[in-house]
Every structure is written in structure tokens, then in C-alpha cells.
């Protein structure tokens, strides 16, 4: 099977721009989950989709959203971009709502 | 909330032994996996536990308390490419997949 994908790889964007990743997962999982990683605060939990719907959230702010389609596939969304938004992230899949998950190599956000 | 402790950095020496520690406090508790990620790379899957006890999976082996709110991950037989990060994540009760993850060990093996 394909692992997770990611896209795109890496990002520049700037201040009060807002930015879309993508994400899909593993064919058949259907819970995804998104991280934000800092070298500072390592992984931090964004929010989990499964079967379209979020399920957990994390305690970002509404800056952050994102959504499931019905075959699965993610997308996060970050409106008005600020300096600290700056980082990996991370998204990951797994078949049931409490399995193992497997994460995608990332999207790196650079916000100048 | 959550709070998961373990060491920032390590350093051991190829073919030696190493344990890295993880403490937690929750509200929940439903698992601790360990993951592995090398610089540049995405997290990797290397153990679940759930019961007390220790899984062993060839040269990694980890090692769960739930009363003591302790893990450990125990590497054998170091090699160089077992330098990376490994962290320590807490699934939370419940049956949502909300994983809270330390901030990782970044071990580093030296010949």
C-alpha cells in the first residue's frame, strides 16, 4: 500500500497570507490526524477527522481549520499567517479511531 | 490535561544499551507508543502498549506502569542509524484518537 502523502513539501508564504496543505492517507484508514511540529514544543496535536467529521481539536486557534473529504483525504487550513506559524506539519493516518498512526513526511511552512 | 516527561538528549555508544524514559500524568489513559524520527523524516511507528509489562520486538523493547505512569524504551545492541528522536505518546481514553506526544529524546550514538 501507499503511505501517507503530503503537498505540497515545503512552503514560503508571508505574513497574513493564509495557506491549504493536503493530506492522504493510507488507502482504507479513515481517521487523520494533524500535528504541528516546533523544535521548541515538539508535536502538538491540531484536530482529527474521521469519516468527514472533526472529532478532536486541539488548542490552537480558529486560525487553524480543517476539513475530510468522503474518500478520506484532509485538508488544514491557516488564514492570516503569523511568524510563529512557521513549522513542520504533520499528518497522520490510521484505520480505526484509536490505532496505530502513520504520518506522512510533512509540509514545511516557512512565513517570512 | 496531559504531561509527558522524558529527557531531551542521550548519548550512548554503538553496541551498547540504552533505556529512555517517559513519565506521564492524564486524565485518561488508553496506550503509549513509542515513535521514531530521524532528522528530516516523519515520526515512525516503533511500539504500543496498553497492559503492564514489556513487548519485546528484536533489538527495541518497551516497557509500561500504568500505576506508576512509566515507560521506558529499551534499544539493544546500538548501531549508528539509531540515532534519531524518539518519542513517547499518550492515547487518550475515550476511543477518540487524541495522541498527546512528549517532546522526544533525541539520542545520539557514537561510535
Known amino acids: 500500500k501507499a503511505g501517507v502523502t503530503q503537498t505540497p513539501r515545503y512552503l514560503i508564504k508571508t505574513r497574513g497570507q493564509q495557506v491549504t496543505l493536503s493530506c492522504s492517507p493510507i488507502?482504507?484508514?479513515?481517521?487523520v490526524s494533524w500535528y504541528q511540529q516546533t523544535p521548541g514544543q515538539g508535536l502538538q496535536f491540531l484536530f482529527e477527522?474521521?469519516?468527514?467529521?472533526?472529532?478532536n481539536k486541539g488548542n490552537f486557534p480558529g486560525r487553524f481549520s480543517g476539513r475530510q473529504f468522503s474518500n478520506s483525504r484532509s485538508e488544514m487550513n491557516v488564514s492570516t499567517l503569523e511568524l510563529g506559524d512557521s513549522a513542520l506539519y504533520l499528518c497522520?493516518?490510521?484505520?480505526?479511531?484509536?490505532?496505530?498512526?502513520?504520518f506522512g513526511p510533512g509540509t514545511r511552512l516557512l512565513v517570512l | 490535561g496531559q504531561n509527558i516527561d522524558q529527557p531531551t538528549e542521550m548519548t550512548a555508544t554503538e553496541g551498547a544499551i540504552v533505556q529512555i524514559n517517559c513519565t506521564y500524568q492524564?486524565?485518561?489513559?488508553?496506550?503509549l507508543f513509542w515513535y521514531q524520527q530521524h532528522a528530516g523524516e516523519a515520526p515512525t511507528f516503533l511500539s504500543y502498549?496498553?497492559?503492564?509489562g514489556l513487548e519485546e520486538k528484536g533489538r527495541f523493547s518497551s516497557f509500561l506502569s500504568r500505576s506508576k505512569g512509566y515507560s521506558y524504551l529499551l534499544l539493544k545492541e546500538l548501531q549508528m542509524k539509531d540515532s534519531a528522536s524518539y518519542l513517547c505518546?499518550?492515547?487518550?481514553?475515550?476511543?477518540?484518537?487524541?495522541?498527546?506526544f512528549g517532546i522526544g529524546t533525541k539520542l545520539q550514538v557514537i561510535p
Open positions: 497522520a493516518s490510521s484505520p480505526d479511531r484509536a490505532g496505530t498512526q502513520y
Open positions: 488507502s482504507g484508514h479513515r481517521s
Open positions: 477527522y474521521f469519516s468527514e467529521t472533526q472529532r
Open positions: 492524564t486524565s485518561g489513559f488508553n496506550g
Open positions: 502498549n496498553v497492559l503492564d
Open positions: 505518546a499518550v492515547l487518550n481514553s475515550g476511543g477518540y484518537q487524541k495522541v498527546t
